[in-house]
């Protein structure tokens, strides 16, 4: 059996930081009320050279690193972003040539906060598909482009950022001892798009809009559907919490990870959180989360891993896999 296992990671972040303390001269807040209901202290913000691309490229170059390999060494590239360079291209297409790559494809995934877990199931398709050997998967955004800095309830909560992996497809003999994807799982429910939304597009406003979200509402799906999405990924493997050795989830609010944690039994020391550190960064949120716990040292060779994301529209979904 073909497994698509994660041979090398990488992160870029902007070199602006900006704490909550510079928030209370924007808008009502302050960084205790932040703190309290989110669990973030700073976030990143790109400079007007720092780019959903630059930035993607940049994690690119630093996973491929990590794996040793190189541009040339790539078959595909996917992309997870929200916050695209322009309309059309793709912006992994200019990633690619940023890289170099004058073969192979590219592609955006479009799956908002959802996005990398979305990619990582993609890749992994292409992968055992056969006939393609490496993907490169990023997660690029640069949600301060699209925040409404007058709205206390969304302009704290985001940053930028992009974290990648270098997927490569190799033996497995079909059993959970294989290192690579093990099971993944995706839902979306679009009745549910009012809830968290950008106010703007081509084909309505002709502009590029602002994030809307209804933050009680979400908080109050999303520990529910992060649960029935992990329990899925936990059947198909089969598969119990006290198993897994990681848990990467999406780094949108303290409360909700620790919240799906506990329901589902995953004891808190096996949690990765970097929402304090970066803020929600969207779909760059897991990779980030990932190369920060693998930059500590934390996951290893053989570890078992399990990501979740979920974001606007409603998306949502899972992926366990053997480091």
Request: hydrophobic share 45%.
């Amino acid at each position: 059996m073909i497994r698509s296992a994660v041979v090398g990671v990488g992160s870029a972040l902007p070199r602006r930081v900006m704490t909550n303390k510079e928030f209370e001269s924007l808008v009502d807040t302050s960084d205790e009320w932040i703190v309290q209901r989110t669990g973030i202290r700073q976030r990143y913000i790109a400079g007007a050279d720092e780019t959903t691309a630059s930035l993607g490229e940049a994690a690119a170059r630093d996973a491929l690193a990590n794996a040793g390999l190189g541009p040339a060494d790539i078959d595909f590239i996917v992309l997870a972003t929200s916050t695209p360079n322009n309309t059309f291209p793709a912006t992994a297409v200019e990633i690619q040539n940023r890289l170099g790559m004058a073969h192979g494809f590219a592609f955006d995934m479009q799956a908002v906060c959802s996005g990398f877990v979305y990619a990582i199931s993609t890749a992994d398709a292409y992968l055992r598909g056969g006939g393609l050997r490496r993907a490169l998967v990023i997660g690029s955004e640069t949600f301060s482009r699209i925040l409404d800095w007058t709205d206390r309830t969304t302009c704290v909560l985001f940053g930028d950022g992009a974290g990648a992996v270098v997927l490569e497809a190799i033996e497995g003999s079909g059993t959970m001892e294989d290192r690579g994807v093990l099971a993944s799982a995706l839902r979306s429910d679009g009745s549910q798009k009012d809830k968290l939304y950008v106010d703007g597009g081509p084909s309505t406003t002709g502009t590029v809009g602002h994030l809307r979200m209804q933050g009680r509402e979400v908080f109050k799906h999303a520990v529910g559907m992060i649960t029935d999405v992990i329990e899925d990924v936990f059947r198909k493997a089969d598969i119990t919490a006290e198993e897994i050795d990681w848990f990467v989830p999406h780094q949108a609010n303290k409360r909700i990870i620790d919240a799906s944690a506990r329901k589902l039994g995953i004891a808190e020391e096996k949690v990765v959180v970097t929402v304090d550190l970066h803020g929600n960064t969207s779909a760059a949120s897991v990779p980030l989360a990932l190369a920060h716990a693998t930059g500590q040292g934390k996951i290893k060779r053989g570890d078992l891993v399990l990501l979740e994301a979920m974001g606007g529209g409603f998306t949502w979904g899972a992926v366990l896999l053997r480091w």
